[in-house]
């Protein structure tokens, strides 16, 4: 079966640092990923977009890759605020395009 | 900011009730979703519409409805609501992107608990 997987312990990172947190997939031939944050109590907020054939994708600080071959994609925040602490879910979308969410991880950036 | 309302945010009521949580967007979005998400758990999706008069079943089964009679507003039903039916719901609506991706905009969501 499908499966999305990203790492359920939280990420504890120092203010500065780049924060990097992965998804991983099996069992899928995703067309596009896409990276959401979520906060406590609220609906995720859409963060970036990578299509099957592009290799990284950057949005100020934010940075993704996608490797179809080793089906992972990496996230990365470069210069980590303490507002960055939140839950970040990739969410990969096949043929039908309705997105399939991981469970997410939780990232806390410390002062 | 996305414009997509959800009401109410927090609600606690009774088995046994008949409950409906209202869902609606100003974008003009032809998708609209509902997932629902237990603390540190996966969204699981339990309706979707491509469209007015549109409807379908998610992957998740649920014992709830939907309808979609205007395009701005989704709202979900609950004809007897049960303890098992305890969760967050989250609401979106799908803009279409270039090549056919779906980039989500979520609501706030609706906090349930049923005792």
């Known amino acids: 079966s499908q499966k999305i997987e990203q790492n359920s312990e939280a990420l504890n990172i120092q203010e500065g640092k780049t924060a990097t947190l992965t998804c991983n997939y099996t069992?899928?031939?995703?067309?596009?990923l896409q990276w959401y944050r979520q906060d406590p109590g609220r609906g995720p907020v859409f963060l970036l977009l990578?299509?099957?054939?592009?290799k990284e994708k950057r949005k100020e600080r934010l940075k993704v890759t996608f490797d179809t071959t080793l089906k992972q994609s990496l996230f990365h925040i470069t210069a980590s605020q303490p507002a960055d602490s939140a839950t970040y879910l990739c969410?990969?979308?096949?043929?039908?395009?309705?997105?399939?969410f991981g469970r997410g991880t939780s990232l806390i950036v410390h002062p | 900011e996305a414009d997509i309302y959800q009401t109410p945010r927090y609600l606690v009521i009774g088995t046994g009730k008949k409950i409906t949580l209202e869902c609606s967007q100003t974008?003009?979005?032809?998708?609209m979703y509902w997932y629902q998400q237990d603390p540190g758990m996966e969204l699981h999706l339990i309706h979707y519409?491509?469209?007015?008069?549109?409807?379908e079943k998610g992957d998740l089964s649920s014992e709830s409805t939907v309808s979609r009679i205007r395009t701005e507003h989704f709202p979900l039903t609950l004809e007897s609501a049960r303890p098992s039916h305890t969760s967050q719901y989250l609401c979106?609506?799908?803009?279409?992107?270039?090549?056919?991706?779906?980039?989500?905009?979520f609501g706030p969501g609706t906090r349930l608990t049923v005792l």
């Open positions: 979106a609506s799908g803009a279409t992107g270039g090549r056919g991706t779906d980039t989500q905009y």
């Open positions: 069992n899928y031939s995703p067309a596009y």
């Open positions: 969410a990969l979308s096949g043929g039908s395009y309705i997105p399939t």
């Open positions: 990578i299509r099957e054939n592009e």
């Open positions: 974008m003009g979005h032809d998708k």
């Open positions: 519409s491509y469209g007015v008069n549109s409807t």
